[in-house]
């Protein structure tokens, strides 16, 4: 048979006729099932399978102009999706096709809390919470205070030292960003942070001494 997909993951083909069979269209249900349109097509037309018209008005059980009733009373995609058993992607494609403008993420999300479906608990209250730290690609922790995240080497300078300079960084002595004790942290003209003409030297040095003095610490042990 023409057309014949490659190798690739397995379809599952008794449940890729079932969902075409419930009004998705091929590309629906390729999106569901994690495969592209021209491999739904083969299989269905392998076991005999009536193509459909791509014709809204020929689909069958889930109309688009009934999703689209569904968003306008102030469900989301990702509520009318799991509603109906398809993707949320299926969803915008549809109010797509009958010209319906959907909302912004702000505004979902103030539609969802005057019906009382977000999850507005903060802090440790919030399903998501981590333990209020957190850390960036750089290396760089972050601690919640007082419901924001900040950076913690530099809370915990200005907490000791006050309001830090305008123009000014919090330099990690040793290099490790990680390492946010008050004597690992120092202020400096953001201009002066040359890792080639100040830091590196500073940073070889100071782990030279903190592995002399750790050293020393275990022979007293």
Not at 133 to 140: A, L, P
Not at 178 to 207: C, F, Q, V, W
Request: aromatic share 6%; charged share 30%.
């Amino acid at each position: 048979m023409k057309g014949k997909p490659t190798v690739g993951t397995p379809v599952d083909v008794p449940k890729c006729i079932e969902l075409y069979n419930s009004g998705l269209s091929m590309s629906e249900t390729g999106r569901m099932m994690g495969h592209c349109h021209g491999v739904i097509a083969y299989h269905l037309k392998r076991n005999n399978i009536p193509i459909r018209s791509q014709r809204i008005s020929q689909r069958k059980r889930i109309e688009s102009e009934d999703i689209a009733v569904m968003y306008k009373t102030g469900m989301s995609a990702v509520e009318i999706a799991k509603e109906l058993g398809i993707t949320y992607q299926c969803v915008y494609d549809r109010l797509a096709e009958v010209g319906v403008k959907t909302r912004s993420r702000q505004d979902q999300i103030k539609m969802m809390v005057s019906r009382g479906t977000y999850n507005i608990y903060k802090g440790s209250k919030n399903k998501l919470w981590r333990g209020g730290c957190t850390v960036d690609k750089n290396g760089y922790r972050s601690i919640s205070i007082a419901g924001i995240y900040i950076l913690e080497h530099r809370y915990v300078w200005e907490q000791v030292n006050g309001a830090l300079p305008e123009g000014y960084i919090v330099h990690h002595l040793n290099g490790i960003k990680g390492d946010n004790r008050i004597e690992n942290l120092a202020a400096m003209p953001r201009k002066n942070h040359s890792p080639k003409l100040i830091t590196e030297p500073y940073k070889k040095r100071i782990r030279e001494l903190e592995a002399e003095l750790n050293k020393k610490l275990k022979k007293r042990v």
